[in-house]
């Protein structure tokens, strides 16, 4: 499983050890406005290069904006810049109809999507039809609405390994990137069912590093070696 950090706060982008390894970043316009930033061209061309800085493989940006010109002259800039930086970048835009003509826009370009906020298997098969790369639902929005969440996330790990057998059995689905991860058993049930990927604030990866039962453990070796020592003639 891979996993992205979700946030546009740079400081934060670094990670203590204990953390697993970061394959990339996902932004969107609220986290863009809760880091304290435009959510402008500028912005997005710096959060690439602080990308860049980082090490990190890939970048997740999502347009603010359903003006298919507009999202195309972002485009523009967006990727050589990144191509420039090196880092795969992939275009964020809410799976629903109202943004078709940008989401058909942005593919013209052969640019890689991500459809985010998709919340049924309608919207999971509209996404796929698509050809979406990647699906991102929000699984803690989800079970807040009271919703059974995990037949939903199975049905987007079913679409994502399914192959073409024409292209050597590749496989053809969106990859499922979770969002919205609320606690480190619902991490466990999405890395066991076979998600792609998730992503996760800095401060959940920073929590979820250590663990209570994990520090009694240390704490219990080092006692009974110390009393050990004391009883070895």
């Keep these: 499983m891979k996993i992205y950090l979700d946030s546009a706060q740079v400081d934060t ?12 970043v996902t932004t969107n316009p609220s986290l863009v406005y809760q880091a304290g930033l435009p959510v402008n061209l500028h912005t ?14 890939e970048l997740m940006l999502q347009l603010p904006t359903n003006e298919a010109n507009l999202a195309l002259q972002w485009l523009d800039q967006l990727r050589p810049a990144a191509e420039s930086a090196n880092v795969r970048l992939t275009i964020k835009l809410p799976c629903h ?29 509209w996404a796929k039809s698509l050809k979406a790369a990647f699906v991102a ?16 996330m199975q049905a987007c ?26 606690s480190p058993e619902v ?11 998730v992503t996760l604030p800095p401060a ?12 009694a453990a240390m704490d219990q070796f080092e006692l009974d070696t110390s009393k050990s020592l004391q009883t070895t003639p």
Aim: hydrophobic content about 50%; overall charge neutral; charged content about 15%.
């Design 13 to 24: 982008w670094k990670l203590p050890a204990g953390c697993p390894a970061i394959q990339g």
């Design 137 to 152: 639902p929000y699984v803690g929005r989800l079970v807040a609405d009271g919703r059974d969440v995990w037949p939903f």
């Design 157 to 182: 790990v079913a679409v994502q390994n399914e192959t073409d057998e024409a292209k050597g059995g590749a496989k053809k689905g969106p990859a499922l990137l979770a969002a919205s991860i609320k």
């Design 204 to 215: 959940s990866l920073v929590a979820w590093s250590g663990d209570a039962l994990t520090e």
């Design 97 to 125: 109809p109202d943004w078709l003509p940008t989401i058909s826009a942005v593919q013209s370009k052969g640019q890689a999507i991500l459809l985010t906020g998709l919340s049924n298997p309608v919207q999971l098969l």
């Design 44 to 57: 997005y061309l710096q959060l690439i290069q602080a990308a860049a800085d980082h090490g990190f493989a």
């Design 187 to 197: 991490l466990t049930r999405l890395i066991a069912a076979g998600a792609a990927g």
